[in-house]
């Protein structure tokens, strides 16, 4: 009875030992193939993870140019630009859009009207980064949203040019409009092999010498290498290249003798023809 014993207690060392090699042996390999990965990851991938990473930490931001100026035969100007502020979203940066206009609208005024133009935007525009809540801040609101940008994760104040006519109503049938880029606007420029040249641009020519000119006073798109921070907020600037302004464009019209004959005509509809202008 003792000899039985005694056998089964060495079966019984002899199987735990051959568990405890197994496991053992188990997790030697279970180490090599951690340490192949971390060699794999670290050394072989080396370069594709630590452009990833550059591309989380640094961010292409395009730089509008300036659009050119349209000037009549004696060089009056009849189309310029000026700067201002308009307060932006980025849809893809928020939680709940509607739930951060709200919280604006405490903060610096949001009207209706604004709202609709804001769900027009939405709804016309492709792939946008940013769209404006609103336009043409004054100081007073841009400083209050400075002091509490903290609290508007995906919201920014943008500084934009806009186009001005110094002359108002005067040949506008021939100088035409601007007006915001919109899904046809986007799908025309990416057939004639230049949206990348409109990048960061929101507004395109519509009509008139604004429309048929559009490339000529566009000008060239530059790009900044901004480091962003976790918030996606730009922290420095790391590299520029900077826009390239667009042509003026220079018409044979006289905006003096424009203006005129405009004014001859008052309500009434007709035009005008010099017959020996010397």
Known sequence: MGAAELRNYEREVYQFQLRIGIAGVAVVIAFLMLAARFVYLQVVQHDIYRAKAEDNRISIVPVPPNRGLIVD????????????????????????????????????????????????????????????????????????????????????????????????????????????IDQADQARLEEDGVDANYRGTDYIGKAGVEASYQHELHGTTGFEHVEIDAAGRGIRTLSRTPSQPGNNVALTLDMTLQRVAENAFGERRGALVAIEPE
């Open 73 to 180: 035969r004696n060089g009056l100007v009849l189309a310029r630009n000026y700067s201002g502020y308009t307060l932006e979203i980025f849809p893809r940066r928020v939680r709940s859009v509607e739930g951060s206009i709200d919280e604006l609208s405490e903060l610096i005024e949001i009207t209706p009207r604004d709202r609709r133009l804001f769900k027009k935007l939405v709804a016309e525009t492709r792939n946008a980064e940013s769209l404006p809540i609103r336009t043409r801040l004054s100081d007073e609101e841009v400083a209050k949203f400075a002091a509490n940008r903290y609290r508007f994760e995906g919201v920014e104040i943008k500084g934009r040019l806009f186009r001005q006519y110094p002359y108002g109503d005067v040949a506008s049938h021939a100088l035409g409009y601007m007006g915001r």
